[in-house]
């Protein structure tokens, strides 16, 4: 086994699920886990892609579930990327290409501390690896019901959180739900602009249909904030974070109760715009089609199904069309796998870990909760830091917390066959 | 000189100035004059697309200088046109392609008309034909100043006026003129839209930006309706238009007073709008870029500087980038020239023609004014209808209409030498 060049070989394929990619990397990584004696299997379910299950078991009293996703997000806009995205380069002490730090790193650096141990823990492992992460797990609650038995488990490690902005380890408890729709407006076709004092203008419309979506700075959806559970004064107490690291991840100043934010607030962000002419020079036109995509992340208790049909009613004269919904989700911080996360990363980092009632981000946690009935959910043991770029042109992670996270696996899985 | 062959070979030639096409076609049409005995050449002066002059000098006392223009719009998108654009095929009566309508068809037929006459006027005739209308004209004013002499003349023919929504020849004395610019916004990078409850989204400062320049179906940009001269009674008693065939023109219902508003008002059209992620599915981002393209449409007498300046004071943090600029202008209906184009036209068609104040859209008349000192210039012997499709997809003229204008521009060069 070759620490980084296993994971170098992993990013190089282009596991794109919004452009239909995966199938090769989930055939890698189901050969990898083979190739390590893992008893591995792909299970084509109704996904395009499919998910990669593999099992140690080693007939323990308890069973620790792996969850990770070996899907990416597209690389556009391309020009931005210094090196090509699935070309991956070491640099300065990083890692760079996509997926390096979501989620193909902390897959990877998990699967390898296990391998790496030299005595298994009294604990079975479970690793299921997803192929559709990244365009809102559209088959996870049937794949999750279907697959119930086989992903028994008395404790769920999610995907990944690594360093928080503080430089602390992060420890995630729940996750934020998201409702993804694209809105647009049609009429029958382009037209001269000339025609503007008595056409229609559906880029107009589209203007004024999301303008009524904020009004100062929150969302105006009608009853978007009714089910928002804000943080109590002790899930406050707990948050960390470091307001130079997060300017400096991001780019743009922030607030000083960034990280409260970050955690608590639900919103409404625009993901994308299109319409009408949008090359190069000028062309006079009125354009027939005008869309946005727009992302809702959501906050427990929000539920998707009751935003969407909130917007529906608000919003007039548009089409909607739904492209993704997650339900948001948290875990006690009192239970056994908060616990061990805790203690675990304690011992490995030497510094206490920050603790969020949930990720600023999503994933189906929620779906593994209520269709696997397990409330021990935890997120820890992660590759990436505040500046992985994430989602955005020149993902990357540190080589040194690759090789930590390894180590954080270790020491998390020998604490919970101890239990 | 076959008839329609020499317009469909015109049409094949892709002249798109706003991808820097349209050389071919300056050749073309330069060689075609020649062949036909009118002498011709091309003007490479600052412009991309040359120029191309011709001149029939009869040593007449009077002058008349006939503009057009070879370049087309883009034609995206080409998805919706049913045949391709750049292969003129002729249907039900119809020609279809890219630039039949405007301003092939028109440059096409007049020439023609002059060519087929078996005994020349006595008018001096000049042609001359610009290869970036379509682009705004960056480069009228220059040329028009560098070539003041050769282009002397006492009447000027503008591009093409065809048939009105009443059916009725239009004859057009004046013009709109044009702000074009291109609004923008950014921050330093993408970023997972995760961060949206403490990051800058472009695409917001976008909305809430384009949001700002209308109220109440007005646009709001400070002074906007300050110079604008209303129609006079008498004015609106010459307009016509017939509502059924403009709201199939347009495929939209329009007010009763269509007429009168697409003469009369100034407007702010988004001709595009771009940001962040615009391919298949879902990309959870929030983007560095927000773009928009506005059209602002000028009515006599408000000036494109004027307003830039009004919008540049209006618009804070965004970028303006101009990419056309062109004044409006109109000529007095107790003008020589257009007593002979109303006259030439009741012959030839045999009913009133629709004269209007201005056009609905935009071209470099007020130039051609000012710096020829010229206030003898109208519109009119076009070969286009409501439902050509101009700057849109399947863009046609009837080949009746095509023929019909040749017999106007005959009828109307005798009237001009009789005076």
Chains 1, 2 share one sequence.
Not at 24 to 53: C, T, W
Request: net charge negative; proline share 5%; charged share 30%.
């Amino acid at each position: 086994m070759n620490q980084l060049e296993d994971l170098l070989e992993f990013v190089r394929i282009d596991t794109t699920s919004a452009k239909g990619k995966g199938e090769e990397g989930a055939k890698f990584i189901k050969d990898y886990m083979e190739r390590h004696g893992i008893e591995a299997r792909l299970i084509r379910h109704q996904s395009k892609n499919p998910y990669v299950y593999g099992e140690i078991n080693v007939k323990a009293k308890r069973t620790l579930l792996v969850y990770n996703h070996y899907d990416v997000q597209p690389v556009e806009p391309l020009d931005r990327w210094e090196s090509d995205p699935f070309t991956p380069v070491m640099k300065e002490g990083k890692i760079v290409g996509r997926g390096v730090g979501d989620d193909k790193g902390s897959l990877m650096a998990r699967l390898q501390g296990i391998l790496e141990m030299e005595k298994l823990p009294s604990l079975n492992l479970k690793f299921i690896y997803e192929g559709e992460e990244e365009i809102g797990s559209p088959n996870i609650d049937s794949f999750l019901k279907d697959y119930k038995d086989l992903l028994k488990a008395d404790y769920v490690l999610w995907e990944g959180a690594g360093k928080g902005s503080s430089g602390a380890p992060e420890i995630v408890l729940g996750v934020k739900g998201l409702l993804y729709v694209e809105i647009s407006t049609r009429t029958a076709k382009d037209l001269h602009s000339m025609y503007a004092p008595v056409a229609k203008n559906p880029a107009w419309k589209l203007v004024e249909v999301l303008s009524s979506l904020k009004r100062d700075g929150k969302v105006a959806v009608p009853g978007f904030y009714d089910k928002v559970k804000w943080l109590t004064k002790e899930e406050v107490s707990f948050l960390k974070g470091d307001k130079k690291s997060m300017e400096e991840a991001i780019s743009q100043e922030v607030p000083e109760d960034f990280q409260r934010r970050l955690v608590e607030e639900p919103t409404c962000n625009i993901a994308g715009l299109y319409s009408g002419y949008t090359g190069e020079g000028s062309k006079t036109v009125i354009p027939s089609y005008a869309m946005a995509k727009l992302d809702f992340r959501l906050v427990p208790e929000q539920d998707p199904d009751e935003i969407l049909n909130s917007l529906k009613s608000y919003l007039r004269d548009v089409d909607i069309r739904v492209l993704g919904r997650v339900r948001p989700y948290r875990t006690s911080i009192n239970s056994e796998v908060a616990r061990c996360l805790i203690d675990s990363a304690k011992e490995v980092y030497g510094m206490d870990p920050e603790v969020l009632p949930n990720s600023y981000g999503t994933g189906p946690m929620e779906s593994f909760a209520r269709i696997l009935e397990n409330n021990q959910i935890a997120d820890g043991i992660g590759v990436d830091y505040p500046g992985s770029n994430i989602h955005s042109f020149n993902e990357n992670i540190f080589v040194q917390d690759y090789l930590k996270a390894k180590e954080w696996m270790r020491s998390f899985v020998k604490r919970l066959a101890q239990l």
